[in-house]
């Protein structure tokens, strides 16, 4: 079975938009915290774009710390649950290669969990035309920690049984594709875990692209024999799911 367009890919979340907000992780006080400190600028007052904002998980984090959001969403499955989710929320049906905004509308741009869904050779000068000057964008991922074991033996399954999988690390790519447009970069990377039950953490990998692509009978096998490898390393259906999240923070030509 050969893998889906990458097209086919970035529209496989609006099927599963309800359990993508319901499962997905959020971020931790410490991104926001290591965003300010990057950026040298408070959040709060800041107008931002969150942009590829699917349920909204980030933007109302963003929200919460003070900022101006606007929320930027293509998908109409996603979009209906930042809706729900966030009713007081700016919302714009829109992509990152086309940003519907006008020169200097932002002091930040974000991209949580959505930057590699864009076309850098579109997105990037976008963005720029988008930014005030000083102003900067911020690319952040949740990835699984591969330190811990049983996460790593988990990811290695997937690879081998769901064919669209994708390794973590789109973060590895981002300053080679911002650098052709003078684009100066600055990594952190803060770590964190939630405790959730094995049923919601079979949820979040159902709502990741390489699984929702896939034939219903098809995802169904991959989620039942991850249930069975979950259960036998907690059998009390709880467990502490590990993260580190790649902050990547950059700024157009002086």
């Known amino acids: 079975m050969s893998s889906p367009p990458h097209a086919a890919l970035a529209s496989s979340f609006n099927a599963v938009a309800a ?23 408070a959040l709060a007052g800041a ?18 710390r003070g900022a101006c959001v606007t929320a930027v969403e293509p998908g109409a499955g996603m ?19 086309a940003l519907p905004f006008r020169d200097g509308a932002a002091d930040l741009i ?8 864009t076309d850098p050779r579109r997105s990037v000068p976008e963005a720029l035309r988008v930014l005030r000057p000083g102003g900067a964008l911020a690319m952040w991922w949740n ?5 811990v074991p049983w996460v790593t033996r988990q990811e290695e399954r997937l690879a081998e049984r769901c064919p669209a999988y994708r390794p973590p690390g789109f973060p590895s790519t981002v300053a080679g594709r911002l650098a052709p447009f003078g684009v100066r970069t600055t990594d952190r990377r803060v770590r964190w875990s939630r405790t959730i039950t094995v049923e919601d953490k079979l949820r979040s990998i159902g709502s990741h692209s390489y699984v929702a692509v896939m034939d219903a009978g098809e995802a169904a096998a991959v989620l039942d024999a ?13 467990l502490t799911e590990p993260y580190v999240v790649d902050l990547v923070v950059g700024w157009g030509p002086e």
């Open 19 to 41: 359990q993508y907000a319901a499962a997905r992780p959020g971020y931790p006080p410490a991104l926001f915290d290591a965003v300010e400190e990057v950026t040298g600028k």
């Open 47 to 64: 107008e931002v774009l969150d942009v590829g904002a699917g349920t909204g998980i980030a933007t109302r984090l963003l929200s919460d």
């Open 79 to 97: 979009a209906a649950q930042l809706r729900a989710f966030a009713p007081d929320v700016r919302l714009v049906r829109g992509d990152a290669d």
């Open 110 to 117: 974000a991209y949580a969990q959505s930057w590699h869904w």
């Open 143 to 147: 990835l699984p920690d591969l330190d």
């Open 226 to 238: 991850e249930r069975a490898e979950l259960l036998a390393l907690f059998p009390d259906g709880v």
